[in-house]
């Protein structure tokens, strides 16, 4: 069973790109990580959110994928004004 994760993230409009090129710093970091399946980003049609999917082979890589990621690159993760709205995150289980 894998694990995985959907991001949803709330950037204003002109920090959309900025967002996508955060999201790919941070996919960067966890693939190089033991358990690493993919992780892609997303927008939304209309603009108003990034959305990142993911996946790893465990929910103990997940997690240590992510302590990395907050160690290499702490600033791609943490919420600023750039943000018009907290971020919602939700783990999932294949099955």
């Known amino acids: 069973m894998s694990f995985g994760f959907v991001a949803f993230h709330y950037p204003s409009p002109e920090h959309v790109e900025e967002f996508v090129d955060r999201c790919r710093q941070v996919r960067e970091v966890l693939s190089s ?6 992780a892609e980003p ?7 959110a990034v959305v990142t999917t993911g996946a790893f082979e465990s929910q103990q890589a997940f997690q240590a994928a ?7 690159c702490p ?21």
């Open 75 to 95: 600033a791609a993760v943490g919420f600023d004004e750039r943000e018009v709205k907290p971020r919602q995150i939700h783990t999932l289980l294949s099955r």
């Open 33 to 38: 990580q033991p358990g690493f399946l993919r």
């Open 42 to 48: 997303w927008v939304t049609p209309e603009g108003d």
């Open 66 to 72: 992510f302590a990395a990621v907050a160690r290499e």
